[in-house]
């Protein structure tokens, strides 16, 4: 396989306060992606599990990966497959649900820095503090007070209350050592309703289905319009947007595990130095 | 391979009260093991995957696995090799380190009872509540008063007081649907050994090597003594211990598997029916 670089996948990156429109991005792209991508996606995830061994080793920095989408883009899909070879050991998958009475107490961020990963570990948000501009925008009008609903001022103004927050905590997980990366998994209408579809047929995943599934398909463009406006707001040089085509599976999972190999290798985490390297040769009795 | 069941493993379970001699259990046994470890071990814990993914989608027990052992005796191992093809979004590896002011400020199962598994995943505990009937016995001198240190009707009492706080604690996971499954890791003396001068010799190991496993190891026979102690009082037939031989790696992988299969096939989780059957009816537009 050829050497892949960050900079190889520049191109699904969203530039700092460059405007989005989503119709612009092909859901089923699968340009640069291998002929037989099965074995491009196992090098990587096996590269993916070294380097979190030595991020583990290492044990100063962190690693964040946001994943965002619609329903039944392929976010769960995407945990099983692009960490498959990552010890369980040193990796935390967070799957965020509605807020608990506990955790609507506080601000919208306090939850997700709670569960931020540890020194040396990578963490996984299946769905994140970006739910508050997303599901909560769309659904203004049952969840928050009059003043901040619809396209007014009061409205504006929330959110980019909430984009400067959230990009205030980013930075200070950045400064803190935890890289930040998000990814939008983007895919059709049409590969949404073939999915629901495949669900309906399969007994084994009738568990999925839900009657939310039919409710929010009907605010397909309206998630569409707020992935757009959060976009630009919150993609910073240091926690960069992707969006991934997603239709294809194969290409979803060889895009995002290429480019978290391409940053894992630019942090080139080291296990560190034996402190006192004279344990090298004591005796053990 | 052949159709193993739980009942296969039984003469490496402690049963319970019943005295243990850790001099009597062989830690190089490889009795049952396979010809082809590797080829056992992939099968069992592929399966170790797919009943997972039934347990999340049932959605209603989980399953906790207790990891215990001496410096060394293969914990991380373990986690790597067992939940190899285990879905990260079902399976919570906790590492238990020294307690923390906070959690000192609670009883010692606080801390524990906050990171049991939810309902439908798989929780790991690497060291666990055990801690506080091992290394602080085995350090009592330092760690606890002095009535409760040494030998005396005083410190009897304190660990007679610790078992029954955790027979009390799994007995009310058990209730809540969490089966509770403890592995002893057990190495020799002598294995120990080769396995430090093995991390001393490698560069990429020095990382794991400590000032304290030269400390502990003299405090290998104490070690031994606290877990023979404890063995009959907290081995229950709801949340049994399990004796592993683990000289062998392959062996420890193949005996660990081969338990977790066959109480997953026991609980046998079922993907629930769809609440509503219309959903499977019901058009996407």
């Known amino acids: 396989m050829m050497k892949l670089k960050l900079k190889d996948f520049d191109d699904l990156r969203v530039k700092p306060g460059k405007a989005v429109d989503l119709s612009d991005h092909k859901t089923d792209r699968t340009h640069g992606v291998p002929k037989n991508p099965e074995e491009a996606i196992e090098t990587l995830t096996q590269k993916l599990g070294v380097l979190q061994e030595n991020l583990y080793a290492e044990g100063r920095r962190s690693l964040l990966v946001v994943l965002q989408g619609l329903d039944a883009s392929g976010k769960d899909g995407t945990v099983r497959h692009v960490f498959d070879h990552v010890n369980p050991t040193g990796i935390q998958v967070i799957s965020f649900k509605q807020p608990t009475t506990e955790e609507l107490r506080h601000d919208f961020l306090w939850r997700c820095h709670n569960r931020t990963p540890p020194r040396g570990y990578i963490g996984v948000f299946n769905r994140s503090h970006y739910e508050d501009v997303l599901v909560v925008r769309v659904h203004a009008d049952k969840l928050l007070a009059p003043e ?66 039919f409710e929010e398909r009907k605010y397909w463009d309206h998630y569409q319009r707020a992935y757009e406006q959060m976009f630009p707001a919150t993609s910073t040089k240091e926690a960069p947007w992707y969006i991934i085509p997603s239709d294809h599976k194969k290409a979803r999972d060889f895009y995002i595990a290429g480019i978290l190999v391409g940053i894992l290798k630019e942090m080139d985490p080291q296990p560190p130095k034996l402190a006192n390297p004279a344990l090298t040769r004591l005796k053990f009795k």
């Open 148 to 213: 901040l609903r619809g396209e007014g001022e009061g409205a504006a103004k929330e959110w980019q209350r909430r984009y400067r927050m959230i990009t205030a905590f980013e930075r200070i997980l950045e400064d803190a050592g935890t890289r930040v990366l998000k990814f939008f998994l983007h895919i059709s209408k049409e590969e949404q309703r073939q999915r629901f579809i495949a669900r309906q047929k399969d007994p084994t995943k009738h568990w999925k289905l839900a009657e939310g599934d």
